[in-house]
């Protein structure tokens, strides 16, 4: 199984600014800006980046959702978009059961392209 001290090798490997703000939780800071929270569960590994607040408007709020969904079905190869409270986040869970180094890249990358390639299409809903 991949250990507390593994994750934290991967997380040095990625070469990006890291804090670690809890015994099995990290933050580290993706080369757009974003935060990607990394939560060390087992049995799994959870990856985290807060996307935005939900617009006010119920309108444009089920117009988002729709998106979402759709980046979730067409778009998305590791995490999904979801909600958590008011605010829409990224998500994966990885098993730690044989993970390796490539595998978590991957899912960082994947991320880190969704939120990249979605942008654009994003900001129109964001509060303002």
Known sequence: MTTREDIRSFLDR??????????????ARTTEGAELVVHYAPPVLVLRVR???????AVKA?????????????????????IEGDHVVLTDALELTDLDFSEFEASVDSLSLALASHLNALTPFGEK
Do not use: K
């Open 14 to 27: 990625l070469d990006l600014p890291v804090e670690s703000v809890a015994e099995d939780m990290w933050v």
């Open 51 to 57: 996307v935005m607040q939900l617009p006010g408007d």
């Open 62 to 82: 089920s117009e988002l959702t729709r998106m979402l969904l759709e980046f979730n079905a067409r778009d998305l190869v590791h995490g999904s978009y979801g």
